[in-house]
């Protein structure tokens, strides 16, 4: 059961600008960074933001993520259709001994 | 080039028993935290267990505490996960990625795990 909560969809056309949230607690987004990853479809996920906000190289900068208290966000801005994928936010939490919990997911759809 | 290939996975039935392998290259293995991460057919991403550099620590998530072990051989640059008394809802992908920045980096292609009769 997931405690990071997001939306189960989300879609744009291309060009527009998407944000995807995720809801947790004082125990996990409250308290560490935020990891996001999308995953195309039938491909393992791949790191796309960590640290709340930092792009791993390669990571074009349409993609950034930021923090506010218990929750976080990820934008695609100038969605682009090989953006359809899934979006897992993902953090530590401290109430659970050292375990690291993923959202439930949204996908993203280009319409 | 990093690679995290995963091996062992295939049908097996309730309560029994499979052993899954990680081979990495391309990094040095024996610097990082390891972990299992599975996702179930149709569904979202489960954090397994994760495992010290230097095997010391581990840790697993409560549904499978006291059936899976995680283990590593740094000279062989592997990891492992024993999972015994197998359940179907342990049905799913196995991935084995490396931790990096608090964050997942490198993940393998994934091997899948059937429990059922």
């Known amino acids: 059961q997931s405690v990071l909560t997001q939306p189960p969809s989300a879609s744009g056309t291309p060009g527009q600008r998407v944000t995807i949230s995720c809801s947790g607690s004082?125990?996990?987004?409250?308290?560490?960074?935020v990891n996001w990853y999308q995953q195309l479809p039938g491909t393992a996920p791949k790191l796309l933001i960590y640290?709340?906000?930092q792009r791993p190289s390669g990571v074009p900068d349409r993609f950034s993520g930021s923090k506010s208290g218990t929750s976080a966000s990820l934008a695609i801005s100038g969605l682009q259709s090989e953006d359809e994928a899934d979006y897992y936010c993902?953090?530590?939490?401290?109430?659970?001994?050292?375990?690291?919990?993923f959202g439930t997911g949204t996908k993203v759809t280009v319409l | 080039e990093v690679q995290l290939v995963e091996s062992g996975g295939g049908l097996v039935q309730p309560g029994g028993s499979l052993r899954l392998s990680c081979a990495a290259s391309?990094?040095?293995?024996?610097?990082?935290?390891m972990s299992w991460v599975r996702q179930a057919p149709g569904k979202g991403l489960e954090w397994v267990a994760n495992?010290?550099?230097?095997?010391?620590?581990?840790y697993y998530v409560d549904s499978v505490k006291g059936r899976f072990t995680i283990s590593r051989d740094n000279a062989k640059n592997s990891l492992y996960l024993q999972m015994n008394s197998l359940r179907a809802e342990d049905t799913a992908v196995y991935y084995c990625?490396?931790?990096?920045?608090?964050?997942?980096?490198?993940w393998g292609q994934g091997t899948l795990v059937t429990v059922s009769s």
């Open positions: 640290s709340n906000n």
């Open positions: 004082s125990s996990n987004i409250g308290s560490n960074t």
């Open positions: 391309g990094f040095t293995f024996s610097s990082y935290w």
């Open positions: 495992i010290k550099q230097d095997g010391s620590e581990k």
């Open positions: 993902a953090a530590w939490d401290d109430s659970l001994n050292g375990h690291y919990v």
């Open positions: 990625a490396n931790e990096w920045e608090l964050a997942h980096d490198y």
